[in-house]
């Protein structure tokens, strides 16, 4: 069974930083294009970034790009998201998505709160 | 703002067969297959219709989709309760070079 558990969630003050990880089981986890989606609170869906299968391509929302970094292990089978100067709309629940062509499995998502 | 546009609400009874759609341009849905996702109160999305008209195993024949130019609608029919549910519909997009959602469309069962 295909699990992806995310981790690293917490409340930040604006500026702060904070890097999240997502563990992936039941699937060979070098072989698949992995992404982080977040949704703010009553919000929708919204991309933020996505790897390739060795983590040498890696693309970001323009909305992200310059403050998070996105990276990969491959031996541990780890996602990670580091994301740094985070702003009050940075505020969501951030997903761990597998792609195959689709975002085909969700982690269960991890918290992020901005706030001072 | 979301790029792709869909309606906020739909609604019908049990039984019913209802429609929504998502309208985006020739750099998403014009080029690209569409994907839908539905999101259960308090749950993380989950993989509904993928490469416009493809059911996952395990998803109902209840719910299919189709797409005509830069628009794509999804369908259920049979109308259940265990479907009212946030969906969402998703595409690549080659003028941001990256993954973009519709707004969602919030299904009431009546």
């Known amino acids: 069974e295909v699990q992806l558990v995310e981790s690293g969630g917490g409340l930040v003050q604006p500026g702060g930083s904070l890097r999240l990880s997502c563990a992936a089981s039941?699937?060979?986890?070098?072989?698949?294009?992995m992404h982080w989606v977040r949704q703010a609170p009553g919000k929708g869906l919204v991309w933020v970034s996505r790897?390739?299968?060795?983590?040498?391509?890696?693309n970001y929302a323009d909305s992200v790009k310059g403050r998070f970094t996105m990276s990969r292990d491959n031996a541990k089978n780890t996602l990670y998201l580091q994301m740094n100067s985070l702003r009050v709309e940075d505020t969501a629940v951030y997903y761990c998505?597998?792609?195959?062509?689709?975002?085909?499995?969700w982690g269960q998502g991890t918290l992020v709160i901005v706030s001072s | 703002q979301s790029v792709l546009i869909q309606p906020p609400s739909a609604s019908g009874t049990p039984g019913q067969r209802v429609t929504m759609s998502c309208s985006g341009s020739s750099s998403n849905i014009g080029s690209y297959t569409v994907n839908w996702y539905q999101q259960l109160p308090g749950t993380a999305p989950k993989l509904l219709i993928y490469?416009?008209?493809q059911r996952p195993s395990g998803v109902p024949d209840r719910f299919s989709g189709s797409k005509s130019g830069t628009s794509a609608s999804l369908a259920i029919s049979g109308l259940q309760s265990e479907d009212e549910a946030e969906y969402y519909c998703?595409?690549?997009?080659?003028?941001?070079?990256?993954?973009?959602f519709g707004g969602g469309t919030k299904l009431t069962v009546l």
């Open positions: 039941g699937f060979t986890f070098s072989s698949y294009w």
């Open positions: 998505v597998r792609d195959r062509y689709r975002f085909d499995s």
């Open positions: 790897i390739n299968v060795d983590g040498s391509s890696i």
């Open positions: 490469s416009d008209n």
């Open positions: 998703a595409a690549w997009d080659d003028s941001l070079n990256g993954w973009v």
